[in-house]
């Protein structure tokens, strides 16, 4: 059974840091891209971050760059994602997926987590 679990989520004042990590098990995903999304109330989910589990390769969301890094390990099955200079609008539940496309869309995500809640007072 595929699993995808995320968690670092918490409560934190604008300016501050958090780490999110996604914990991968149940198959292999070589050659798959592993991507952040958020999804704030009332609002799409939108594309946060991603990279490519095989070569690395990382993209962003203009909204994120020069904030966020995604990182990957692929001996710890474990994908990050380091979340500094924190804003109010950063405030969402923050999801990770697997997909066999380097995409930005989450209709192509084939596997998702639970969630994990990010709020960012102001």
């Known amino acids: 059974q595929v699993q995808l679990v995320e968690s670092g989520g918490g409560l934190v004042q604008a300016g501050g840091s958090l780490r999110l990590s996604c914990v991968v098990s149940g198959r292999t995903f070589s050659g798959w891209v592993m991507g952040w999304f958020r999804q704030a109330p009332g609002k799409e989910r939108e594309f946060v971050a991603a990279?490519?589990?095989?070569?690395?390769?990382?993209y962003y969301a203009d909204s994120v760059k020069g904030r966020f890094t995604i990182s990957r390990n692929n001996a710890k099955n474990t994908v990050w994602l380091q979340m500094n200079s924190l804003k109010p609008e950063d405030t969402a539940v923050y999801y990770c997926?697997?997909?066999?496309?380097?995409?930005?869309?989450?209709?192509?995500?084939?596997?998702w987590g639970q969630g994990t809640q990010v709020t960012v007072s102001s």
């Open positions: 997926g697997a997909t066999r496309l380097r995409s930005d869309f989450a209709a192509t995500y084939d596997y």
């Open positions: 990279v490519s589990w095989s070569d690395g390769i990382k």
